[in-house]
């Protein structure tokens, strides 16, 4: 007996142990604790971390709520959206500093570290998962770090999501679903989409319905041969539970739904629930609308420079019905409101009055918005007054106005970047500000310059352009960093030759920042030629009409007739105002096109 006892004795505190380590590394935050942090704002935040001071989700929470547009996102919890105050993340520095060897402070303050330092970040979760391999959480976030780094490595992601998903199979994490479907097959993914599958269906909590879409896809593409027809019918029971919840679930779950009857082949079901025109929640048409317009975009093309007006109207007319069948669902999106009021303004028929109150109506939303989505939206509005000659004098003030509210985030250089070598999101995010950033004010310069000029404000048109210079002059060096980094990754990509993929978000940021620069030389100089042409510097109008019918010929792989440009038909005129005759005119038309020119960044 008494030896029985010393071996209790013996083994109690190391049972103890466990049972603390259990607790302390568990996959999830108790269901009164989640609760609870589900209820919180960035308000309420404060409160709830110091009622839990040493509660490790509720100070993740924190750290996910503190950041700069931070918000809860059910089951999305692996790495915070923004940037944090320096305050926030000197709290967690120093509690990771005064507790050397503390799994808990050493994530957290790597965590609070993301998209500040993510180097640094990455370096404390990789030295957490080599001291204490059994913390969960370091590996879910490596797995979301190495998937979204610039110099992606996807052997990486897999590595890290199979250790997670070792330690935590039942996870329902929306990031580890999506990248689970990176793995190959194994024991620890048959015991995830198992764990998955039992926590999920018939499961009424609406955060996980978006979760059966990756369970469909992954347990499609691990499903042995013969077992097709047993997974059908699998999906379709999900498909009658979730059907029955339609009433109930209010975000979300069309989608989800449009997905399964997508899986299972069933396009009637998947069509009829297209073809809906009301019960989309915002969150559902978003993204519907997106992949609509870009489905119709490219099936329909945009007439190419100097096309006949029968064929530009008819174009706007198609693009203005297929848009009017999402104004209902998408009454405040801007990136739907834009292309509606260009389509509308391009069709003869609207009478001004029209277009006056359809265009104030639309800057009143977009005036409680100050991205760059946003003013973009409102340079479509007045850029078609200004073409129209609708409300001159109220464009000027309207585009101060509207660029003065753009408070975007802040743009942190990365200085890995100039080397080819940027990585993690800090470089990710801030490449898309830029972005929206520029494509906001390289909107609102053309418009300004335009309607100074049309109300003979030539003063006002010289400073409009001395801005846009220098900004153009900066954003053209910035985009050389863009173009030079992004051609290493194609090379390194091209030698390692990886499977062939769709370019991601940011990837296509950078190309369209690269091909879009001919753009922006073209339309500074139009603007250049039509001030200069007010002015009656009519050799200085004809050098930069030149300039821009050079850009015109290089940059469509179609090239235009010249001479069907307004840019062509204004040189014309102006050649022979000067004197010139008919054979230096077609002898200078045709170095347009011979003469070639230098530029600056060609795409890969």
Same mark, same amino acid.
């Given at each position: 007996?008494?030896?029985?006892?010393?071996?209790?004795?013996?083994? @109690?505190?190391?049972?103890?142990?466990?049972?603390?380590?259990?607790?302390?590394?568990? $996959?999830?935050?108790?269901?009164?604790?989640?609760?609870?942090?589900?209820?919180?704002?960035?308000?309420?935040?404060?409160?709830?971390?110091?009622?839990?001071?040493?509660?490790?989700?509720?100070?993740?929470? /924190?750290?996910?709520?503190?950041?700069?547009?931070?918000?809860?996102?059910?089951?999305?919890?692996?790495? %915070?959206?923004?940037?944090?105050?320096?305050?926030?993340?000197?709290? @967690?520095?120093?509690?990771?500093?005064?507790? %050397?060897?503390?799994?808990?402070?050493?994530?957290?303050?790597?965590?609070?570290?993301?998209?500040?330092?993510?180097?640094?970040?990455?370096?404390?979760?990789?030295?957490?998962? *080599?001291?204490?391999?059994?913390? !969960?959480?370091?590996?879910?976030?490596?797995?979301?770090?190495?998937?979204?780094?610039?110099?992606?490595?996807?052997?990486?992601?897999?590595?890290?999501?199979? *250790?997670?998903?070792?330690?935590?199979?039942?996870?329902?994490?929306?990031?580890?679903?999506?990248?689970?479907?990176?793995?190959?097959?194994?024991?620890?993914?048959?015991?995830?989409?198992?764990?998955?599958?039992?926590?999920?269906?018939?499961?009424?909590?609406?955060?996980?319905?978006?979760?059966?879409? @990756?369970?469909?896809?992954?347990?499609?593409?691990?499903?042995? !041969?013969?077992?097709?027809?047993? &997974?059908?019918?699998?999906?379709?029971?999900?498909?009658?539970?979730?059907?029955?919840?339609?009433?109930?679930?209010?975000?979300?779950?069309? @989608?989800?739904?449009?997905?399964?009857?997508?899986?299972?082949?069933?396009?009637?079901?998947?069509?009829?629930?297209?073809?809906?025109?009301?019960?989309?929640?915002?969150?559902?048409?978003?993204?519907?609308?997106?992949?609509?317009?870009?489905?119709?975009?490219?099936?329909?093309?945009?007439?190419?420079?100097?096309?006949?007006?029968?064929?530009?109207?008819?174009?706007?007319?198609?693009?203005?019905?297929?848009?009017?069948?999402?104004?209902?669902?998408? !009454?405040? /999106?801007?990136?739907?409101?834009?292309?509606?009021?260009?389509? &509308?303004?391009?069709?003869?028929?609207?009478?001004?009055?029209?277009?006056?109150?359809?265009?104030?109506?639309?800057?009143?939303?977009?005036?409680?918005?100050?991205?760059?989505?946003?003013?973009?939206?409102?340079?479509?509005?007045?850029?078609?007054?200004?073409?129209?000659?609708?409300?001159?004098?109220?464009?000027?003030?309207?585009?101060?106005?509207?660029?003065?509210?753009?408070?975007?985030?802040?743009?942190?250089?990365?200085?890995?970047?100039?080397?080819?070598?940027?990585?993690?999101?800090?470089?990710?995010?801030?490449?898309?500000?830029?972005?929206?950033?520029?494509?906001?004010?390289?909107?609102?310069?053309?418009?300004?310059?335009?309607?100074?000029?049309?109300?003979?404000?030539?003063?006002?048109?010289?400073?409009?352009?001395?801005?846009?210079?220098?900004?153009?002059?900066?954003?053209?060096?910035?985009?050389?960093?863009?173009?030079?980094?992004?051609?290493?990754?194609?090379?390194?990509?091209?030698?390692?030759?990886?499977?062939?993929?769709? !370019?991601?978000?940011?990837?296509?940021?950078?190309?369209?920042?690269?091909?879009?620069?001919?753009?922006?030389?073209?339309?500074?100089?139009?603007? $250049?030629?039509?001030?200069?042409?007010? *002015?009656?510097?009519?050799?200085?109008?004809?050098?930069?009409?030149?300039?821009?019918?050079?850009?015109?010929?290089?940059?469509?792989?179609?090239?235009?007739?010249?001479?069907?440009?307004?840019?062509?038909?204004?040189?014309?005129? &102006?050649?022979?105002?000067?004197?010139?005759?008919?054979?230096?005119?077609?002898?200078?038309?045709?170095?347009?096109?011979?003469?070639?020119?230098?530029?600056?960044?060609?795409? %890969?």
């Amino acid at each position: 007996m008494n030896q029985y006892l010393m071996v209790w004795i013996f083994f @109690f505190p190391l049972y103890l142990s466990a049972q603390e380590a259990d607790i302390r590394y568990s $996959c999830e935050a108790p269901d009164r604790i989640l609760e609870e942090i589900r209820q919180a704002d960035r308000d309420s935040i404060d409160s709830l971390s110091v009622k839990y001071d040493g509660d490790f989700w509720v100070q993740r929470a /924190y750290i996910d709520l503190k950041a700069k547009n931070g918000r809860l996102v059910p089951n999305r919890i692996g790495m %915070p959206e923004n940037t944090l105050d320096a305050s926030v993340i000197e709290r @967690f520095r120093k509690e990771y500093e005064s507790q %050397p060897g503390n799994s808990q402070a050493a994530y957290l303050y790597a965590y609070a570290l993301i998209h500040t330092d993510t180097e640094a970040s990455i370096k404390i979760l990789t030295d957490l998962t *080599e001291t204490d391999p059994s913390f !969960p959480t370091a590996w879910m976030t490596l797995a979301i770090l190495s998937n979204y780094s610039d110099l992606k490595d996807q052997n990486k992601t897999r590595h890290y999501t199979e *250790e997670f998903l070792a330690r935590c199979p039942d996870t329902v994490d929306i990031e580890i679903a999506g990248l689970a479907l990176k793995l190959d097959r194994s024991d620890i993914v048959a015991a995830y989409m198992k764990a998955l599958r039992e926590r999920i269906a018939g499961n009424p909590d609406q955060t996980l319905f978006p979760l059966y879409r @990756f369970l469909w896809k992954l347990e499609s593409a691990f499903a042995l !041969p013969g077992e097709e027809d047993a &997974l059908k019918e699998k999906i379709r029971e999900d498909l009658a539970f979730l059907e029955g919840m339609a009433n109930k679930a209010d975000r979300g779950l069309k @989608f989800v739904l449009m997905s399964g009857y997508e899986q299972i082949g069933d396009k009637a079901a998947l069509n009829e629930l297209r073809s809906q025109e009301l019960g989309f929640s915002e969150l559902v048409a978003l993204p519907l609308f997106a992949q609509a317009f870009k489905e119709w975009s490219a099936a329909n093309p945009a007439p190419a420079p100097g096309a006949e007006e029968a064929m530009c109207v008819a174009y706007y007319r198609k693009q203005l019905r297929f848009l009017n069948q999402w104004r209902d669902r998408l !009454p405040e /999106y801007a990136n739907l409101l834009g292309p509606w009021f260009t389509s &509308l303004a391009s069709l003869p028929e609207i009478p001004d009055e029209v277009l006056i109150k359809e265009g104030d109506r639309i800057l009143e939303i977009l005036h409680h918005s100050d991205n760059s989505a946003s003013i973009a939206a409102a340079m479509n509005v007045l850029q078609a007054w200004t073409q129209r000659n609708l409300a001159l004098d109220r464009v000027p003030s309207l585009v101060h106005e509207f660029m003065a509210s753009q408070s975007l985030t802040p743009i942190r250089n990365n200085p890995m970047e100039s080397t080819g070598q940027a990585s993690g999101p800090t470089y990710t995010t801030s490449i898309l500000q830029e972005y929206g950033q520029w494509i906001a004010k390289s909107s609102a310069w053309p418009v300004l310059v335009t309607a100074h000029i049309k109300t003979q404000q030539y003063h006002e048109a010289h400073n409009a352009l001395s801005e846009w210079r220098i900004a153009f002059e900066a954003w053209r060096e910035r985009a050389k960093i863009i173009r030079d980094n992004h051609l290493q990754k194609t090379l390194k990509a091209q030698n390692s030759s990886p499977p062939s993929r769709q !370019p991601n978000v940011k990837e296509s940021a950078e190309r369209s920042i690269i091909s879009g620069m001919i753009d922006d030389e073209l339309k500074f100089n139009e603007a $250049c030629a039509h001030l200069a042409e007010a *002015e009656s510097r009519f050799l200085d109008a004809l050098i930069f009409y030149q300039l821009v019918l050079r850009l015109t010929y290089v940059r469509y792989a179609s090239a235009p007739d010249l001479m069907d440009l307004d840019a062509g038909k204004s040189a014309h005129f &102006l050649w022979f105002k000067l004197g010139g005759s008919q054979a230096g005119w077609d002898a200078w038309i045709e170095s347009v096109k011979t003469a070639g020119i230098s530029i600056i960044l060609s795409t %890969p």
